[in-house]
T-cell receptor, first 112, second 112 residues
Framework: ETGVTQSPTHLIKTRGQQVTLRCSSQ?????VSWYQQALGQGPQFIFQ???????GRGNFPPRFSGLQFPNYSSELNVNALELDDSALYLC???????????FGSGTQLSVL | GNSVTQMEGPVTLSEEAFLTINCTYT??????LFWYVQYPGEGLQLLLK?????DKGSNKGFEATYRKETTSFHLEKGSVQVSDSAVYFC???????????FGRGTSLIVHP
């Protein structure tokens, strides 16, 4: 059974650019959540997808958008990158909504 | 709204010392409570949980008791090891919600 995998592991972008982060959920998991973790902070909830539909959204602007595919893998897209978007982006999958979260190792995004 | 407050880190201990990491919460209902651990370069892993008042969660020598009267869920371990060095996150999940709220994390450093 493979765990949650995220790609890429590290990424450097410049302000104003766009970025796409990818997440493969654990086998059989239909729910994917994305979190932003700034240095020294706890994970902040961005949004959750359940069976390809957005199921909840945190306090993030619309330039943060997402997608979940029929195989339940997911993408996080961020447009018009800002310096404050520099953070570790974590993906977590669960068998069902509200059940145990399994986290990937994250994508470290640096915006210069 | 819901919130989780953890003690500031880093917590620095010698091997075999007793560990306490404080966590208090604010919630409108009766949440489930969790401790997650994040080892360097990895995502978060569920360490233990408790779903109702007076429940004790335990795993790998760590324990935490759900105290409704003090709205607390302090993490304890009787004898820490160097391999316990990590960042520990307290979290809550409100009943009926699918989205956990995380604290900002407490770094633990254990010296030989």
């Amino acid at each position: 059974e493979t765990g949650v995998t995220q790609s890429p592991t590290h990424l450097i972008k410049t302000r104003g650019q766009q970025v796409t982060l990818r997440c493969s959920s654990q086998s059989g998991h239909n729910t994917v959540s994305w979190y932003q973790q700034a240095l020294g902070q706890g994970p902040q909830f961005i949004f959750q997808y359940y069976r390809e539909e957005e199921n909840g959204r945190g306090n993030f602007p619309p330039r943060f958008s997402g997608l979940q595919f029929p195989n339940y893998s997911s993408e996080l897209n961020v447009n018009a990158l800002e310096l404050d978007d520099s953070a570790l982006y974590l993906c977590a999958s669960s068998l069902e909504r509200g059940e145990k979260l399994f986290f990937g190792s994250g994508t470290q995004l640096s915006v210069l | 709204g819901n919130s989780v407050t953890q003690m500031e880190g880093p917590v620095t201990l010698s091997e075999e010392a007793f560990l306490t990491i404080n966590c208090t919460y604010t919630a409108t209902g009766y949440p489930s409570l969790f401790w997650y651990v994040q080892y360097p370069g990895e995502g978060l892993q569920l360490l233990l949980k408790a779903t109702k008042a007076d429940d004790k969660g335990s795993n790998k020598g760590f324990e935490a008791t759900y105290r409704k009267e003090t709205t607390s869920f302090h993490l304890e371990k009787g004898s820490v090891q160097v391999s316990d060095s990590a960042v520990y996150f307290c979290a809550l999940l409100e009943g009926g919600s699918y989205i956990p709220t995380f604290g900002r994390g407490t770094s633990l450093i254990v010296h030989p």
